[in-house]
């Protein structure tokens, strides 16, 4: 999934957190990553989340951002 982001120049959004140890342990370097740590309590939230992120001037690409129910902490992506 890493490879066909990076290839794509897609970002990667996820509830995954091992994503964490593949980029920053592994050097498996997408465009960016939203790792979302929300309780999915449904799709429509889901989006709710999403769309506040992406309305909001928090930059996405290059970065590895963590998404919770209370604030956003984003940091650079390794060097590919």
Avoid: C, W
């Avoid at 980029?23 to 506040?52: A, D, H, M, Q, W």
């Avoid at 992406?54 to 992506?77: C, K, M, Q, Y």
């Amino acid at each position: 999934m890493l490879a066909l982001a990076t290839q794509n120049s897609q970002i990667v959004i996820s509830f995954d957190k091992h994503f964490g140890r593949l980029i920053f342990l592994e050097k498996r370097v997408p465009v960016g990553v939203v790792l979302l740590r929300v309780s999915p309590r449904s799709p429509e939230y889901i989006s709710t989340v999403l769309l506040k992120l992406l309305r909001s001037e928090i930059a996405l690409v290059g970065r590895f951002t963590v998404v919770t129910e209370d604030r956003v902490r984003s940091v650079p992506l390794p060097a590919r």
